[in-house]
């Protein structure tokens, strides 16, 4: 398939914005967003990631969470963890992703339709691996919907209790939760990032490239885990 219009290249403007970026450290957050066993444990997993995919996230995204604890910029996880009684009722986060199903259409890139429920609570699928975890970390599982601030305690959390003005987001879909949230912490005056290498979609890697390019160029800075660090240890040279 060839797409209908040209793709411009906007390495330049990405590469400028990004140049732009000042994190203050005592002001930064970092998220994770629905990173469950569901999507990265090829044991247990019933919608996974490609396996090279999911070893590369989970191992940069321990690097980069790692930095966070030691830098002390607050670790955040909000997930999905469905409750019995949903299941039960149909709830779905999505009517297009639920009719898709019903008729046995997936929208994961490797495998088919997922057999059993979506990541129910006291099941292995709803965990996050036990190795991007730590003490002091905060866990919202009250997440619903693409949109991690929907309906959860986030948004408090982040300005009543941490006074963010950055985050940094990390998470599976790129091209939906991930894609949501960040819009969503944009439109609430947050200074949105999101990491290209603790990022990934199920649906496929142009997915998850499609919407990396759509937020670098309309709203989030997308850096590195690398880049991240750098911003990170400028700031703090810079205020305080």
């Not at 998470?171 to 290498?197: K, M």
Request: one cysteine or more; hydrophobic letters at 35%.
């Amino acid at each position: 398939m060839q797409p209908p219009v040209e793709i411009r290249d906007r390495s330049d403007y990405k590469r400028q914005m990004n140049a732009l970026l000042a994190i203050e450290p005592r002001r930064t957050v970092v998220l994770t967003i629905d990173m469950q066993r569901d999507y990265l444990d090829m044991e247990v997993g019933s919608n996974p990631l490609a396996p090279d995919k999911a070893q590369t996230m989970l191992a940069r995204t321990k690097e980069l969470l790692d930095f966070a604890r030691l830098e002390k910029l607050p670790v955040i996880h909000t997930y999905v963890r469905r409750r019995q009684v949903e299941l039960e009722h149909g709830f779905e986060a999505s009517p297009f992703g639920l009719a898709g199903r019903e008729r046995g259409l997936s929208q994961n890139a490797r495998v088919g339709v997922r057999q059993i429920p979506d990541r129910l609570e006291g099941f292995p699928q709803a965990e996050v691996p036990a190795t991007l975890t730590a003490p002091g970390d905060t866990h919202i599982t009250s997440k619903k919907t693409a949109d991690g601030l929907l309906g959860t305690e986030l948004k408090f959390i982040l300005q009543r209790v941490h006074h963010a003005s950055v985050v940094a987001l990390t998470g599976i879909n790129t091209d939906t939760c991930v894609y949501s949230t960040a819009f969503s912490l944009s439109n609430r005056g947050y200074r949105t990032i999101v990491i290209s290498d603790c990022v990934g979609s199920t649906r496929g890697e142009d997915h998850h490239w499609m919407a990396l390019e759509l937020m670098s160029r309309s709203l989030a800075w997308v850096l590195t885990v690398d880049e991240f660090k750098k911003k990170v240890r400028e700031g703090t040279q810079r205020f305080n």
